[in-house]
């Protein structure tokens, strides 16, 4: 009995985790984890496989800052106080320069860094 | 469509000064213009940065330009400044300081009609509280002799972005205007997508650019790249200004965008301000540019 309700409990849990839209990684998904901060992203050089979709977690550790990969055509805003993730299907190889794409203050500009895609 | 400099001085007939697409004086609402006129626009002046390399008069460059305006022969109707009029501080009290003293060095302009809008640098951090402060609103519009003038606000957002109120308070301005009269818009980032990885484009500009799209008369002027540049998106001119402070390279020129490094043997090239002659009668703009010690380009 005490079983049944504990993987109850456990597949309640999981439904209501997915209705409300909280990123879940697939199987197999790359999930990279970056932080944002006046003027930079740790990590900023980001590598991953070709072929296999991409999670990126943006973590904002102070203002508003923005990601904006043109090369990959994909970008979101990074608000702080939550965790803003962007999901996308690297199709080809190459090393693909991404910035703030949010005027966040003296060191915007160089806000910066590099998605390298592999084979 | 991009218009290059030849080709728009083969519309102009004569070196120097640019005539671009016609523009009818028939607004209903102010009536048509009786009088040419003209007004200068200056833009990013960017008071407060520091770098010799770039810029090794940072402190003289925008009060040459004052002087030089002021010796113009004839003085202009007004003066826009279409935004940057300080270089981005993290520090609210440092952009008030700064926001002070550009106030201070134009109150030498002898034209006491002095338009002013922010661009990211004066707004992108406190929402243009601190513009707003100094010089009132960040987007209005105004009427000067049968020509509707619309000053955008596309930087007190940090995203780009016009924003849906701004954009309803455009509509409900353009439905009292004549769809055949002048209308000039003053923007600080250019409203279509010059070079979005360069960040010089408006997220939404394309909202703003569709509600403009029936005015036959449309014109958008504008500052943030710190060179002439003149392109097309339908029947709109947009002609963007040189700045006052370091010029930056062509859109996409090279791979990271950066100041152009002075030139000691060519000391401001690069920057400097316009004049735009609004023809009533010929019902044209002309736009002659200047160096930023008011030599005619």
């Known amino acids: 009995m005490r079983l049944r309700l504990l993987v109850y409990g456990v597949m309640a849990v999981f439904i209501m985790i997915s209705i409300s839209g909280y990123p879940i990684a697939a199987e197999n998904e790359q999930v990279i984890k970056i932080t944002a901060k006046k003027f930079e992203y740790n990590p900023k050089e980001i590598s991953v496989k070709k072929g296999v979709t991409v999670v990126l977690e943006f973590t904002s550790l102070d203002r508003m800052h923005g990601f904006s990969c043109p090369g990959l055509k994909i970008r979101t805003d990074i608000a702080p106080g939550k965790v803003n993730t962007l999901r996308f299907f690297p199709d080809k190889a190459g090393t693909f320069p991404f910035h703030c794409d949010n005027f966040c203050g003296t060191g915007h500009e160089g806000m910066r860094g590099t998605i390298t895609v592999t084979e | 469509m991009k218009i290059d400099r030849r080709d728009f001085l083969k519309l102009?007939?004569?070196?120097?000064?640019?005539?671009?697409?016609?523009?009818?004086?028939?607004?209903?609402?102010?009536?048509?213009?009786?009088?040419?006129?003209f007004f200068v626009q200056l833009s990013d002046t960017h008071w407060g940065f520091t770098g010799p390399k770039v810029n090794p008069d940072s402190m003289g460059t925008l009060k040459k330009a004052v002087v030089a305006v002021n010796n113009l022969k004839i003085q202009p109707d007004f003066i826009m400044f279409t935004g940057d009029l300080t270089h981005v501080t993290d520090d609210d009290q440092e952009r008030r300081k700064r926001l002070t003293e550009f106030r201070g060095i134009i109150r030498e302009l002898k034209v006491k009609s002095i338009r002013l809008m922010p661009g990211e640098h004066d707004a992108g951090l406190d929402d243009g509280e601190a513009f707003k402060e100094f010089f009132g609103k960040s987007h209005y519009t105004f009427d000067h002799k049968g020509v509707h003038f619309i000053v955008l606000d596309n930087v007190s957002d940090p995203r780009s972005i016009i924003g849906e109120d701004q954009l309803e308070w455009l509509k409900a301005d353009l439905k009292q205007v004549d769809k055949n009269s002048p209308l000039v818009v003053f923007t600080h980032r250019p409203l279509f997508d010059l070079y979005p990885d360069w960040d010089w484009f408006t997220r939404d500009g394309d909202k703003a650019l569709e509600l403009l799209k029936p005015y036959s008369q449309a014109t958008v002027f504008y500052g943030h790249i710190h060179q002439e540049n003149h392109q097309k998106t339908g029947n709109i001119p947009h002609h963007a200004a040189k700045g006052l402070m370091f010029p930056l390279p062509a859109p996409g020129s090279v791979p990271v965008k950066n100041p152009i490094p002075w030139d000691a043997s060519q000391p401001y090239k690069?920057?400097?301000?316009?004049?735009?002659?609004?023809?009533?009668?010929?019902?044209?703009?002309?736009?002659?540019?200047?160096?930023?010690?008011?030599?005619?380009?």
Do not use: M, P
Request: no cysteine.
């Open chain 2, 12 to 37: 102009a007939g004569i070196g120097g000064i640019v005539f671009a697409s016609g523009l009818v004086h028939s607004r209903k609402l102010a009536g048509a213009a009786e009088e040419d006129f």
């Open chain 2, 270 to 297: 690069g920057l400097g301000f316009r004049s735009v002659d609004v023809k009533g009668k010929g019902s044209q703009y002309a736009i002659s540019e200047f160096s930023a010690k008011g030599e005619r380009l």
